[in-house]
DNA sequence: GGCGGTTATATCCCAGCGTATATAACGAGG
DNA sequence: CCTCGTTATATACGCTGGGATATAACCGCC
């Protein structure tokens, strides 16, 4: 039977999170995307932030960031209307989750591979 | 001449951070990796803390939490002795180190060779 | 014109993290 | 045997992030 640290050594799971710097703040990071997803399905930030679990406060301050951040919107708001108002991702906003999603996907797949030669190699 | 957004979007700098779960708790992160390199080569804890700019208490809870972890040591500290006592890192802690900077390597590479793109993307 | 749901903003408060500080035990070497 | 620097641990304090809450403005629709 396996020792105890190899049984741990085995339960090893590895992530792996992707930032996007622009000067002082974050312009794009995991939490900023999901929440863009998040708006661009609900078709609000109150929406979004309800679906992630999040404050509308702090919802409202990561889209404050990314728009400052990027220089032009990635989330669109307007107060008022049928449905009290909303707000949409942009072109820009889409554009930049597909490129943050993409980018992921290869650094993951790099990551995973290699995961099994990490443990390998911290069990003996 | 290029837009004020798209100067924004060229500054744009990507990083990338591992984190290696187990159960709870974070076995090995950035700050681990530098902490443990910095320990190998002040030869304490104290020492490493220092070197890092970090208080002892802190560098001290990171290196119980790899230990615990990992079921066996990283570092292994004693008391006393001519030089008051210090810490060396195990052979499964420069393991450790060695294996996680591999892996940073080959996921940092993939990701610096798609930010051209994805800046390009983001820029039309 | 009032209702409803959202945006935008301010204020208050709490929890968690980290620093600073203090103290005891330790042990090789002068 | 005493000093010195470190480990190991406890306590107290400050900062920051984020939630909770309140309020005003907005505007299509009934």
Known sequence: MASK????IQKLEID???RLHAGEDIALGPGKVDLLEAIAAAGSI???ARQMGMSYRRAWLLV???N????QPLVR???GGNSGGGAAVTKLGLDAIKAYRE????????????L???KRRLSK
């Open 5 to 8: 640290t190899a049984r741990k």
């Open 16 to 18: 792996l999170r992707l």
């Open 46 to 48: 109150s929406g979004g």
């Open 64 to 66: 404050e960031t990314m």
């Open 68 to 71: 400052r951040a990027f220089g």
């Open 77 to 79: 708001a307007q107060t």
């Open 103 to 114: 980018l992921q996907r290869a650094a993951e797949q790099v990551v995973q591979r290699g």
């Open 116 to 118: 099994p030669k990490l």
